[in-house]
């Protein structure tokens, strides 16, 4: 008779614990600052595989972002300039440009 009495009391004891726990995990979560997305970490800036990439510069391919050389270079309407391998496996399945979108 006293047992479920017990039960009840424990488990009400145990939610609340619960609760109390994350409610403090929170607030010290909320404490810290967060890291924004946009920006690289003092780690990620050292490493070479982030700084690869340039928009701004014409001769990478932006498909495969390697550098082009005169050669192997085509430039389309839009005066976007990339490898011809890889604009070929591109256009088997997109006919518009990679960079803007706009149609061939």
Known sequence: M?????LAF?????IVTLAAIGFVYYLNNQSQ????YGRPNARASNCSQYNK???????ICTICLEQIKPA???TLPCKHSFHIVCLNKWTV???ECPNCRKQF
Do not use: C, E, H, L
């Open 93 to 95: 399945n997109k006919q």
């Open 72 to 74: 192997n270079r085509w």
């Open 53 to 59: 990439y340039d928009p701004t510069d014409d001769d």
């Open 33 to 36: 600052p967060s890291q924004s």
């Open 10 to 14: 424990a488990t009400t004891v145990g």
């Open 2 to 6: 006293v047992f479920p009495q017990i």
